[in-house]
């Protein structure tokens, strides 16, 4: 989910699970190979479990770019095999790779004889209008010999003409029993679901055919389900008593972060969905995405927007 994932956003999921494993934004091997390393691959080690997840097509580049992540410290290593975005097809992967089932398998491959930790493998169910079960199932057989073991599978098909990432997103229509075909075919195989999850009982019914649930866009835009997880699917309490606390752990972040030039407003943006259905919550908002107290503490600011959840908004003139 690029530009949403982001390290600020996995730090705040974390203080709502501890055990949900967490995944970087795509992290192209161009930018580990050109571009500011620590900036593309530092993480808070409160984040474990987390994956790194990379976009690519060429074995030596990726090989290189899964040892910067093993270094790093990141728990597995995933190859993107599903984002259709005419940037990534520019640049020969993502979705497009789909084609090329023997490629992703050297790809995998040589990401495998690189590092000691897994190599997973994020992907679509078809591309364009190829909607056989066997397109699919053939791909998962090549890249699986090559040394993969788990598989994160978008129950849709990509549409690399015609369709806008987002669109993509939506318009291909979901077909969840060819993922759950892939695990009764695959029985030695890790095979996640990903696509269309939105409240805990569907997930708890795809967990009766597959090993795992990817949840995206949910998560994102109503994270306090994700406080449910850790008792719903792990067997223990999660780390959130409350939403009142996981705002106050995060304005502690962001003054860690503003000691280290790193200013609140772009890491508050990540949680404005964590009052979703209380009284207040669209002042809330207001308040944590005011560019007008942008100069001011994020303590400062969370008064601010404490005082709007129980009234009206504040007019706040800048400081």
Known sequence: MLDWTDRHCRFFHRLLSRHARLYTE???TGALLHGNVPRHLDFDAAEHPVALQLGGSDTAELAHAARLGRQWGYDEINLNCGCPSERVQRGAFGACLMAEPQLVADCVKAMVDAVDIP?????RIGID???RYEFVRDFV???AEAGCRVFIVHARNA???GLSPKENRDVPPLRYELVYQLKREFPQLTIAINGGFTHEDAVRQALAHVDGVMVGREAYHNPWSIAAWDAAFFGEPGPAADRDAVEEAMVAYMERQQALGTGWYG????????RNGQPGARRWRQAWSDH???DRSAREVWAVARAA???PALDVQPA
């Open 292 to 294: 007008r107290m942008k």
């Open 309 to 311: 959840l129980a009234g």
């Open 267 to 274: 890491i508050a943006r990540h949680m404005l969905g964590l």
């Open 159 to 161: 549409w690399l003409q």
């Open 141 to 143: 057989g090549t890249v």
């Open 119 to 123: 190599v997973t493998v994020k992907h």
């Open 129 to 131: 209008r190829v909607e």
């Open 26 to 28: 795509m992290v192209t």
